[in-house]
């Protein structure tokens, strides 16, 4: 199995609302990744938990709230969203220190 | 200047056509990935490269250390080949214990027209 599933597909938003993105594995994969992504461009890095720690934040605001409850799950909890939060949100998953990430399919959230 | 750069931003071919696709980057790297994304989303991860060749059917994937290049070829192109093709890398000095980020190029939206 070598599928990285995200759940919902997509998402729509208003900036009081809280929501959460969930992201699951079972490739074994202690390394997981929560990617930010707009239209026409690559994804930008948002979090990367290795052994369900987190070990890179990158200077992401605290209204993305990040979440590991075990080695096949991630989260991301949203409160207080703004339109410019708008995006693709990507998970992925990787052996620690070696290997290719596997991408999900993504979440499309749109805040209004 | 980005640490990774791919030409063309754009390419429209015709069905059968060979395509390449240009990643050049600035930087040590340990491991060098080709990725296809499809409208709608989703990323494939189609090869992995620390040196040399792969093949995977249609798809070749190059890579020069020294030049610190790689080209990723289609042939016998096909419309279901239309998708944003991106170019990351890994950089070199991250120790192997840390899980792995990428520095992504800017993409190549590549169209195959019937």
């Known amino acids: 199995d070598t599928e990285v599933t995200q759940t919902p597909k997509h998402l729509v938003m208003g900036m009081t609302n809280k929501k959460s993105l969930k992201c699951e594995q079972h490739?074994?994969?202690?390394?997981m990744y929560w990617y930010k992504q707009k239209a026409k461009k690559p994804p930008e890095l948002m979090f990367v938990?290795?052994?369900?720690?987190?070990?890179i934040n990158e200077s992401v605001p605290s209204r993305f709230s990040p979440e590991c409850p075990n080695s096949s799950l991630l989260n991301l909890h949203l409160h207080a969203l703004q339109p410019e939060d708008s995006a693709l949100y990507l998970c992925?998953?990787?052996?620690?220190?070696?290997?290719?990430?596997?991408f999900g399919p993504g979440t499309r959230l749109l805040v209004l | 200047k980005n640490e990774v750069e791919q030409s063309p931003q754009n390419l429209t071919a015709q069905e059968g056509e060979f395509i390449t696709i240009n990643c050049s980057y600035s930087?040590?790297?340990?491991?060098l990935h080709w990725l296809q994304q499809h409208p709608g989303g989703g990323i494939v991860s189609l090869f992995m490269l620390s040196s040399g060749k792969k093949k995977h059917g249609r798809l070749i994937a190059t890579i020069n250390i020294q030049e610190k290049h790689s080209s990723l070829h289609i042939t016998a192109s096909h419309p279901r080949d239309s998708a944003v093709y991106i170019c990351a890398v890994r950089l070199s000095g991250i120790s192997s214990g840390s899980a792995r980020q990428l520095t992504f190029g800017s993409g190549t939206q590549l169209t195959v027209l019937p």
């Open positions: 992925a998953s990787s052996r620690v220190g070696a290997g290719t990430q596997y």
């Open positions: 490739m074994g994969h202690r390394a």
């Open positions: 930087v040590g790297i340990s491991a």
């Open positions: 938990y290795s052994y369900e720690k987190l070990s």
